[in-house]
């Protein structure tokens, strides 16, 4: 069977490349063709309107679509995760050096920032970030970091929203002052000089749904043999032995075409943080393998309830169940049981 599978180019699509370059999938007998998408709201689209078979696409985007609050209504399913964490928070250099943190503490960094932010808000030209998608972890990320500092994101910041691989672009060219997005982009301001690191998402909020695989719900009784290749190439992605070989892989100009010792950097969880060379490290930054796989319900509740934090829909019980019923964990189950 043949499968024209949607990403965006970011290290947590780690798992579709190496299931369809290193045999995962041949062995349950799929023919994967990834297909590169320069934007969320593109992927979504084509999602939608059946041009793909199926996506690694934002867990919140995934119910936000199945429950018709972005783009067409689709009737999605996800069998699967496909990761946890894997954001960072970047900033400018010049605001970093305003902020002035004693330390890289979250708290610390988020009460600089706070400050900054309400003086900028004061002087009538309040702070741009970017972000990926309105209805995306790092919306969300970006909000839990502010308010740590207590700032009233939405008097104080103006979000705006660029794609992943266009998002350090738009820092370099003073667009934006910081933003929230997966790697490697952040190691991309940090690499070519004008961004700073300042958090990594998986301190501010551990082991946050990121990435997830959307089916439509048609073909959910027939997703078995995916499931498996995927949950064998994460598997194998999250193999510390396998590290050089898959950011060797990531970086090829058809998938991120970002330079390998970077993505190797941040699939060990070793972060260049700023242009002096500085590291932040944590084991936890991006996830694969078993802890990340099976599609949990809580992980839809918390995307629930972070939309309605933000003031994207009213939570009410029957949205709840509407979203818990797109996680599929039973779909999981029988795949590797089979």
């Given at each position: 069977m043949r499968l024209a599978l949607g990403y965006v180019p970011l290290v947590d699509a780690a798992g579709l490349v190496a299931a369809a370059e290193l045999g995962f999938a041949r062995a349950e007998g799929l023919t994967l063709d990834l297909v590169r998408e320069p934007s969320w709201a593109t992927l979504r689209d084509k999602l939608a309107l059946g041009h793909l078979d199926g996506a690694h696409i934002l867990a919140p985007l995934a119910i936000a679509s199945a429950l018709g609050l972005s783009g067409p209504q689709t009737r999605l399913c996800v069998p699967m995760a496909l990761n946890l964490n894997g954001n960072a928070i970047t900033v400018s250099r010049p605001l970093w050096e305003a902020m002035e943190a004693a330390d890289d503490e979250v708290d610390t960094v988020a009460a600089a920032f706070a400050r900054i932010a309400m003086r900028r808000e004061r002087e009538g030209r309040p702070l741009t970030l970017?972000?990926?998608h309105p209805f995306s972890s790092h919306t969300y990320q970006l909000r839990i970091f502010a308010e740590r500092g207590g700032l009233d994101f939405d008097a104080a910041i103006r979000l705006v929203v660029i794609p992943p691989p266009q998002i350090a672009e738009a820092l370099?060219?003073?667009?934006?002052?910081?933003?929230?997005?997966?790697?490697?982009?952040?190691?991309?301001a940090v690499a070519e000089g004008y961004g700073r690191i300042a958090v990594l998402c998986s301190e501010l909020v551990p082991d946050c749904p990121e990435k997830v695989l959307a089916l439509p719900e048609s073909e959910a009784e027939q997703c078995g043999p995916l499931v498996r290749a995927l949950d064998r190439a994460g598997r194998w992605c999250a193999d510390p032995g396998n590290t050089e070989e898959l950011a060797a892989l990531l970086a090829r100009e058809a998938y991120l075409g970002v330079p390998a010792p970077i993505l190797e950097r941040a699939l060990r969880g070793d972060v260049i943080v700023d242009p002096d060379g500085s590291h932040r490290r944590d084991p936890h930054f991006v996830r694969f393998g078993e802890p990340a796989h099976r599609p949990d319900s809580d992980q839809a509740d918390w995307c629930i309830d972070q939309a309605g934090r933000a003031g994207q829909l009213t939570v009410l019980d029957d949205i709840r169940a509407a979203a818990r019923a797109v996680y599929r964990p039973d779909l999981f189950d029988a795949a590797l049981n089979g």
């Open positions: 970017g972000t990926v370099r060219r003073e667009l934006i002052d910081g933003f929230c997005v997966g790697s490697p982009w952040n190691s991309v």
